[in-house]
């Protein structure tokens, strides 16, 4: 996507001052646990996840209860890659509130990050018997876990839902080719990528 010089100078801006804002806030009142959520917050979309830990661990420091930290944190370590802190973090967070779906659905997704498939599975189910239209990751871990026919199912009922769903025409073109589907799995692939061809190929 193109960005003008002017977007991206008032952009960066923006989050200057966001972040300037927070600091003085925090000059005033440093066990303000709300604004460094909210900075770790910003640091996160800029990507910068060694800042955002930073603040996050430190509103944890303050206060051990935050649901919505111990989240943040755990999202954040997932984004880089460290799976299995990030798992501690959801962890944190379902003890704190057992039904925090959010937590629950981060922790199968960073359990499927590495390699824990039959673990991921169950997070999934858990959310599955509350909330049935929450199956994309569930087509994923089967697919991971060589059910490609089970995650077709579950990949086919996510298009029924958003037939342009870029993502989820790739991953069922992943799954058909493990099955040697290889012409359906071509098909698919095409439309994951031209979504908005879709009926008229």
């Given at each position: 996507m193109y960005f003008s010089k002017r977007h991206i100078s008032h952009k960066n801006r923006t989050v200057d001052e966001a972040i300037a804002r927070y600091d003085n806030i925090l000059e005033m009142d440093y066990n303000n646990t709300i604004a460094l959520e909210h900075k770790g917050q910003v640091y996160h979309?800029?990507?910068?996840?060694?800042?955002?830990?930073?603040?996050?661990?430190?509103?944890?420091?303050?206060?051990?209860?935050?649901?919505?930290?111990?989240?943040?944190?755990?999202?954040?370590?997932?984004?880089?890659?460290?799976?299995?802190?990030?798992?501690?973090?959801?962890?944190?967070?379902?003890?704190?509130?057992?039904?925090?779906?959010?937590?629950?659905?981060?922790?199968?997704?960073?359990?499927?990050?590495f390699w824990r498939y039959k673990e991921a599975l169950a997070c999934f189910d858990k959310i599955l018997a509350e909330s049935p239209n929450n199956i994309r990751a569930k087509g994923i871990a089967l697919r991971e876990l060589g059910k490609n026919n089970d995650a077709l199912n579950y990949f086919d009922r996510?298009?029924?839902?958003?037939?342009?769903?870029?993502?989820?025409?790739?991953?069922k073109a992943l799954a058909l080719t493990n099955l040697g589907r290889n012409k359906e799995a071509d098909a698919a692939l095409q439309r994951g990528n031209f979504p908005q061809t879709i009926g008229k190929i």
């Open positions: 979309s800029l990507e910068r996840y060694k800042n955002a830990i930073s603040c996050q661990d430190q509103a944890l420091a303050i206060n051990q209860n935050l649901i919505a930290v111990w989240f943040n944190k755990g999202y954040t370590l997932r984004k880089s890659g460290r799976f299995l802190d990030a798992i501690t973090c959801f962890d944190r967070a379902l003890a704190l509130d057992p039904e925090y779906t959010p937590a629950l659905a981060n922790k199968g997704y960073a359990l499927n990050g996510l298009i029924e839902f958003n037939s342009i769903n870029s993502f989820v025409w790739q991953n």
